[in-house]
Nanobody
Framework: QVQLLESGGGLVQAGGSLRLSCAPSGRTFSGRAVGWFRQAPGKEREFVAA????????YYADSAKGRFTISRDNAKNTVVLQMNSLKPEDTAVYYCAAGRIIVSSLQPDYWGQGTQVTVSS
């Protein structure tokens, strides 16, 4: 069992930036791909970005391309989602996940508890 701990959410004005971090509690990512999903109120959870285990391949939802960057440091056992040029529609609970890359997305085996991101207009 892998427990994922997110940090870095908060309130930011439109156009601002936030940096989300994720680390497994007590273990490593164990060779899994890692990524981020988000869920806005009244909407389904959606894929945002993912990184392969080695980190040489990254995948983004269209809504994240050009604004968000996912990176991982396996030596430090962390994955980071840098979010720039934030928009009010980015407001959601963001979940870290670990699993496998399937069809340019992430099929999670494990989820974090989520961190709230709120973008004010």
């Amino acid at each position: 069992q892998v427990q994922l701990l997110e940090s870095g959410g908060g309130l930011v004005q439109a156009g601002g930036s936030l940096r989300l971090s994720c680390a497994p509690s007590g273990r490593t990512f164990s060779g899994r791909a890692v990524g981020w999903f988000r869920q806005a109120p009244g909407k389904e959870r959606e894929f945002v970005a993912a990184s392969s285990w080695i980190g040489r391949s990254t995948y983004y939802a269209d809504s994240a391309k050009g604004r968000f960057t996912i990176s991982r440091d396996n030596a430090k056992n962390t994955v980071v989602l840098q979010m720039n040029s934030l928009k009010p529609e980015d407001t959601a609970v963001y979940y870290c996940a670990a699993g496998r890359i399937i069809v340019s997305s992430l099929q999670p085996d494990y989820w974090g508890q989520g961190t709230q991101v709120t973008v004010s207009s």
